[in-house]
């Protein structure tokens, strides 16, 4: 096991093993479809379950070639392409870990994924509307850069097209690929996700949602988040031999007419792209009919705006309440209404144990409001080299400390009433307040920052800098560009700045960002 990594205590391992919940199914052996059956549509690629086995074998004897072995990380930074699969496919198949960066992440994050992992390699596409990754790429601290399409002085992501060869045999118990934090204290931290968790994560969920080979399953969201990947995403279709189509986003203008055309019948999205694409419905002249079930999940989705999902849509909502350290809540096909509109889902496996607890950590009264705690079989012992932060995230039992508010029904369902962490969940997108003001105190003009949330009816919540400043304090658009010229993903920067003199204060001296945010009601 590779240094850094938290394991499962022994006594528990044995349990989830014996009990069935973990086997020897690694991650590269996903693919469970008929030979000829479609498994992915992505752009002018269609590709059957034998093309994409293939595909992956030949990327992995290529990547053995480059000399990327066993136990190696990888940070794979693609967009939801065909590329982006089969690299995952041939990483996890020759036992070298992929770090699942996201495509809007920019320097600031990718430089330190590279440096925390230890990476080996940064695979990336060549373009993202104006910005170069290959700009970025010769700043890294890499052996190899591999770029799919225009590879400059680099490596071509085709050149790794080899005859196959033997290939390892990844150990289940190993980390399969790091998925990333949403990160509430600076940068994202790693994630490790074995082999043996994860398949349990993506064959539970697959189960749990009814998936099989009629399934077609329309990925808008990035592929390397995990709701997407395996939630049952991705790796969940592909277990149960149905087909996945890949859309370069939600906007109606570029799902709808691929709902249509490939017949879909399940997708997962955040709140935002569900709250448009209800609107969209009363303009567009696309037959989205075939759609069934639509996953919501990345924030809360109001119950009056879930109530309207059938109505408007036509297809059955699944909320979806879970995080990529593990914990997953879906409600379930045949639930009540009520709890289908209300709730956030109960956990996905019967050996998912559940605390709600006070400040104090001691249990609340039923039905009462708590921060969660949580531990399982797919849930991590401890984030990737950081013993600090896991000292603090980790109770002595090995509860996940997750910072969120619920209140636990006598059914098992959840309802999230709110964050305890320093984040906000934009849409989805998780914008840490301590890493965006420490980027915005490095402007010169700014003396002090405090970074809250505020809410939105669209987005969930939006982010707003309170700014002390040295003279005058910058414009929003100047704040943008120097916040971009930093590296920082854009959907990172502020969407409201407020200059003031002073902040106010909690007893203790710090910076009470509850008055603050109250100030933007």
């Not at 808008?220 to 592909?238: D, E, M, R, S």
């Not at 609107?279 to 009919?289: H, L, M, N, R, Y």
């Not at 080299?385 to 996940?400: I, V």
């Amino acid at each position: 096991m590779m240094d850094g990594f938290t394991a499962w205590p022994v006594d528990l391992q044995a349990r989830y093993v014996s009990e069935g919940y973990w086997t020897d199914r690694v991650l590269g052996d996903v693919l469970n479809g008929a030979p000829d059956a479609l498994a992915l549509v992505a752009g002018p690629d269609r590709l059957t379950y034998a093309d994409l086995d293939r595909l992956a074998d030949r990327a992995a004897a290529g990547l053995l070639r480059l000399g990327i072995k066993q136990g190696d990380r990888v940070v794979v930074q693609l967009p939801n392409t065909a590329s982006f699969v089969v690299t995952f496919l041939a990483l996890v198949r020759i036992g070298a870990a992929p770090v699942l960066a996201l495509p809007a992440h920019r320097e600031s994050e990718i430089r330190y994924l590279c440096e925390l992992s230890e990476a080996r390699a940064y695979i990336s596409s060549d373009l993202d509307g104006d910005f170069d990754y290959r700009t970025m790429a010769r700043t890294l601290p890499v052996e190899h850069v591999v770029i799919d399409g225009d590879p400059g002085e680099f490596t071509p992501l085709s050149s790794l097209d080899s005859d196959p060869v033997g290939l390892p045999t990844p150990d289940a118990s190993e980390v399969g690929v790091f998925l990333l934090s949403g990160g509430t204290t600076g940068l994202p931290k790693l994630i490790p996700r074995t082999h043996r968790d994860y398949v349990y994560n993506l064959e539970a969920s697959a189960e749990l949602c009814g998936f099989n080979s009629d399934t077609t399953y329309l990925v808008v969201l990035p592929a390397a988040h995990n709701f997407a990947l395996a939630c049952p995403g991705i790796l969940g279709v592909f277990a149960t031999g149905g087909t996945v189509v890949l859309a370069p986003s939600g906007s109606p203008d570029e799902a709808f007419p691929l709902i249509e055309r490939e017949r879909t019948t399940v997708c997962a999205v955040v709140p935002p792209i569900a709250l448009l694409w209800m609107d969209a419905v009363s303009w567009s002249e696309e037959d989205i009919s075939t759609l069934s079930l639509l996953q919501v999940g990345g924030a809360k989705l109001a119950a009056e705006r879930a109530a309207e999902v059938p109505k408007t849509l036509g297809c059955q909502l699944q909320q979806v309440f879970g995080m990529a350290e593990g914990l997953l809540n879906y409600t379930r096909l045949d639930d009540p209404e009520d709890l289908i509109q209300q709730t956030q889902g109960r956990p996905l496996s019967p050996a998912d144990e559940i605390r709600v607890v006070d400040p104090n950590g001691a249990d609340v009264e039923p039905g009462s409001v708590g921060e969660l705690l949580t531990r399982g079989p797919y849930t991590l012992r401890g984030y990737y080299k950081a013993p600090a932060h896991n000292a603090r995230s980790f109770t002595s039992e090995g509860f996940y400390r997750t910072g969120d508010l619920v209140r636990q029904l006598p059914s098992g369902h959840l309802i999230v009433e709110g964050r305890e962490k320093d984040q906000i969940n934009r849409g989805g997108d998780k914008v840490s307040a301590e890493e965006l003001e420490s980027h915005l105190l490095a402007h010169p003009a700014i003396h002090d920052a405090a970074v809250v949330g505020m809410p939105d009816p669209v987005m969930g919540e939006r982010t707003c800098a309170f700014l002390i400043a040295r003279d005058e304090p910058p414009t929003l658009h100047d704040l943008k560009q120097f916040l971009r010229d930093r590296g920082l993903a854009a959907y990172k920067f502020p969407d409201r700045i407020e200059p003031v003199k002073t902040f106010p204060r909690t007893p203790v001296g710090k910076i009470s960002k509850k008055q603050l945010a109250a100030t933007l009601e």
